[in-house]
């Protein structure tokens, strides 16, 4: 009785710990991604100007209109609040999911130990929300296998079908989920498998569909699918030729260059536990785990394909779950106790190296990020006209009141070609037609700003030539040189 207690006392003690955690990294954290400051841009307009101005700009939606509610209270307001309560659902969901107290607490220290968990609460970006409104379909399934009434059935299905409002990616789960209900939770009988399979999807169509014909109707496919689509007719037969060459992980050298992301952040909470239960472990349960993540990854490795571990963030909770599940599997079984250890010490030994390398990594980073934060602050005086600052990035977004920032991809795709790389006056132009006045350039040009805009001599032959018009004195003129950044202004004379 006592060993019990003790152990209940463990879990409460490491949840607490992992929600404070989640909730003073999540509320005091600075905003310093691309993303959120493309959510909190979207959102300031639609509060200024309805959402006319930005419809194809909509995606996505439940977290843009979430800021213009919490902007109600307060244009201050810790915008990471929707990631924090997230997060904390999500951690309680899963524990609600383990059975054992050695399941929890195996879960617990695992999930505690994966730094990239806790860095990414930080996002503003709602891949929490978004795998929460998943894991209840996918709960919801296993409850339908349990008692085989349809509302489960139904209820997962609207889940499941609310969850691209929060963010596209969210599509990679589709076939996961149909394929597992379709499987392994209907009956055999094929009868029985079409009927549930009709529930689930026409359950799943509710709220799919208008997500579905906004993104063909009105959007098109340019604000679903980096890189936008940008030039569609140059873009696929290039990675039709050159797929297998194409700098994604398939190409090795680019795999070099984030070898540390791979070996160090994704192993120890995702391939490992695969690896040790597709060995040692037969339970359905996990299986149903292992489909709910495999089947995704695979697709993201295959068709996204991208070296930043982001897109596989919310595979993090089913893997540790597997994990967890996993270990205490053996230790039930009375597998050999030096097994047993030797498996944990890899693991050990893989998360330490997980969180010395992001430590490492987040030192600079962060060095980095408050002189980039105080180049920006520093730009604001000057910020005088309600006209719109081009910069590479949307990170700083949350510091301008009266300015929108506008990037690349915000431009159609006919102008922002000749404004990368054409002639001062071809700039002028589209800068005009844009109402841009101000222009975010980073000091080291080679660096920041030639190796960004790379695709423009991969795709189309030809070099950038924006920064070199804005140091042309008799267009533009310097405002501020930053430690990082300078801020440059077109003349009155050039603005019409």
């Known amino acids: 009785m006592r060993k019990l207690a003790n152990k209940k006392i463990i879990i409460y003690l490491i949840l607490i710990l992992i929600l404070i955690l989640i909730l003073v990294l999540g509320v005091s954290s600075t905003l310093l991604f691309a993303d959120d400051g493309f959510f909190i841009k979207t959102a300031k307009i639609i509060r200024a100007e309805g959402p006319k101005q930005v419809i194809e700009w909509l995606h996505p939606i439940v977290p843009i209109y979430s800021l213009i509610i919490f902007y109600q209270f307060s244009d201050n307001f810790p915008l990471a609040i929707l990631n924090v309560i997230a997060t904390m659902f999500l951690v309680f969901l899963s524990m609600r999911y383990l059975k054992s107290d050695l399941n929890k607490v195996l879960f617990l220290i695992l999930l505690f130990a994966s730094f990239d968990f806790f860095v990414r609460v930080r996002y503003l970006a709602p891949y929490p929300l978004m795998f929460f409104f998943i894991f209840l379909s996918y709960i919801f399934l296993e409850k339908y296998r349990e008692c085989k009434q349809k509302n489960y059935l139904v209820i997962s299905g609207v889940l499941l079908s609310a969850s691209p409002h929060i963010y596209a990616l969210a599509l990679i789960f589709f076939p996961t989920l149909i394929f597992y209900l379709f499987f392994f939770i209907s009956d055999r009988n094929i009868k029985s498998k079409i009927q549930d399979l009709s529930y689930f999807i026409l359950a799943l169509m509710i709220l799919f569909l208008p997500w579905f014909a906004w993104h063909v109707l009105i959007a098109g496919t340019k604000f679903y699918y980096y890189p936008y689509n940008y030039y569609i007719t140059n873009y696929l037969p290039f990675v039709n030729e050159n797929f297998w060459g194409y700098e994604r992980i398939l190409n090795l050298e680019y795999f070099k260059g984030f070898i540390d992301t791979y070996l160090l952040n994704i192993l120890p909470i995702y391939l490992v536990?695969?690896?040790?239960?597709?060995?040692?472990?037969?339970?359905?349960?996990?299986?149903?785990?292992?489909?709910?993540?495999?089947?995704?990854?695979?697709?993201?490795?295959?068709?996204?394909?991208?070296?930043?571990?982001?897109?596989?963030?919310?595979?993090?909770?089913?893997?540790?779950?597997?994990?967890?599940?996993?270990?205490?599997?053996?230790?039930?079984?009375?597998?050999?106790?030096?097994?047993?250890?030797?498996l944990l010490a890899i693991l050990l030994i893989l998360i330490s190296l997980s969180v010395s390398n992001t430590i490492q990594k987040t030192k600079p980073y962060g060095y980095l990020g408050s002189k980039q934060y105080s180049d920006f602050n520093k730009f604001i005086p000057f910020l005088e006209e309600r006209c719109n600052i081009f910069s590479r990035h949307y990170y700083f977004q949350n510091l301008i009141k009266n300015n929108s920032i506008l990037i690349a991809q915000d431009i159609n795709e006919n102008d922002v070609v000749p404004f990368l790389s054409g002639t001062s006056q071809e700039f002028l132009n589209i800068a005009n037609k844009y109402n841009l006045c101000y222009f975010v350039l980073y000091n080291d040009i080679s660096k920041w700003e030639i190796d960004y805009y790379r695709w423009l001599e991969v795709y189309f032959n030809k070099s950038t030539t924006h920064y070199k018009n804005l140091q042309n004195q008799s267009i533009a003129e310097r405002l501020y040189k930053g430690e990082i950044y300078s801020l440059y202004k077109l003349k009155n004379e050039t603005l019409n």
């Not at 292992?290 to 089913?318: C, E, K, N, Q």
Request: charged share 15%.
């Open 273 to 342: 536990p695969f690896l040790l239960n597709g060995i040692f472990y037969k339970n359905k349960s996990i299986k149903s785990l292992l489909i709910l993540t495999g089947i995704p990854l695979t697709i993201i490795l295959i068709a996204i394909v991208s070296p930043f571990s982001r897109y596989l963030y919310f595979m993090l909770i089913p893997s540790i779950l597997i994990c967890s599940i996993y270990l205490t599997e053996l230790v039930r079984r009375r597998i050999d106790k030096w097994i047993i250890i030797l």
